[in-house]
């Protein structure tokens, strides 16, 4: 075999094109899992935003529920309180029992 410039420059040539080659491969690969990865990071921020939503309703869930539950408390006092009141004014007795009633409404109306 002999060596002179054409055979050089065809070695050379097919170098340069094989680094091309292997260059836009490499690039193609990268572009199909930047592609792949895509809906996963679009997904995992629909997912975080969601929970995030998620942790807002469940504060206001939990905030709604103590107030209903002291608003149940409150009422259940205040039937009390007019359960007494209705005893007392049948029979005129229930004196402790109105008393007791008057306990439990201040004790509900102070720990507000």
């Known amino acids: 075999m002999q060596f ?3 055979v ?9 094109a094989a680094i091309v080659l292997i260059g836009n491969a490499v690039e193609k690969i990268g572009k199909a899992i930047a592609a ?9 921020a629909a997912i975080r935003s969601l929970e995030l939503r998620m942790d807002s309703v469940e504060n ?4 709604d529920k ?3 539950d002291a608003y149940e408390d409150g009422m259940r ?3 009390q309180a007019l359960l007494a009141l209705l005893d007392h004014s049948l029979d005129g ?3 402790k029992q109105m008393e007791e009633a008057k306990d439990a409404i201040q004790k509900h109306l102070l720990n507000k």
Request: proline content about 3%; aromatic content about 8%; overall charge neutral.
């Open 66 to 68: 103590d107030r209903l």
């Open 93 to 95: 007795n229930n004196v």
């Open 77 to 79: 006092v205040s039937q």
């Open 60 to 63: 206001k869930l939990a905030r």
């Open 8 to 16: 050089l420059w065809n070695w050379v040539s097919f170098g340069l």
């Open 36 to 44: 792949a990865r895509k809906p996963n990071e679009e997904q995992d």
């Open 4 to 6: 002179d410039v054409s």
